[in-house]
């Protein structure tokens, strides 16, 4: 799979984390390249197609990643969505199987791990992934 070309569907952001974990790619990087490319592509056909076509992105349960980690990441990122567009969260993401063990801090900074505490929306929170403020801002 081809890591610059757009996700049409969570699945395709799975395959290509799932890619990245078997590589040995570190974390970061599949944050990165994934789930933030994931939410990026959201973002472009919501403003461009709306939210149905947006949300429906998420309707399929992607396949399991290879790391916990990555795949509480994807539901988090679904919820979260989902209650800041106003559509209904996905069945797959209310999974509680879907938690990150250990506890993932997605900034390798470790004095920035208290504000990531703090500042994760619930939906990664309670899944057990850290993020601060700005992880999900685009300039």
């Known amino acids: 799979?081809?890591?610059?070309?757009a996700f049409r569907t969570v699945g395709d952001a799975a395959a290509?984390?799932?890619?990245?974990?078997a590589e040995g790619e570190p974390l970061s990087r599949v944050w990165r390249f994934s789930i933030i490319q994931m939410l990026d592509d959201y973002r472009s056909v919501l403003r461009h197609d709306g939210v149905v076509a947006a949300s429906q992105m998420w309707d399929d349960a992607p396949s399991p990643v290879g790391d916990a980690r990555v795949d509480?990441?994807?539901a988090a990122l679904a919820e979260h969505l989902a209650?800041?567009?106003r559509w209904p969260v996905p069945s797959w993401a209310r999974d509680p199987q879907r938690e990150?063990?250990?506890?993932?801090f997605v900034t390798e900074l470790r004095g920035l791990h208290p504000r990531?505490?703090?500042e994760s929306p619930s939906s990664f929170?309670?899944?057990?992934?850290?993020?601060?403020?700005?992880?999900l801002e685009r300039i």
């Open 1 to 5: 799979m081809n890591r610059l070309s």
């Open 16 to 21: 290509a984390a799932a890619q990245m974990v």
């Open 125 to 135: 929170r309670k899944r057990g992934v850290f993020i601060t403020r700005s992880a």
């Open 116 to 118: 990531a505490l703090v």
């Open 100 to 104: 990150a063990l250990p506890w993932w």
């Open 83 to 85: 209650r800041n567009d």
């Open 72 to 74: 509480a990441a994807l």
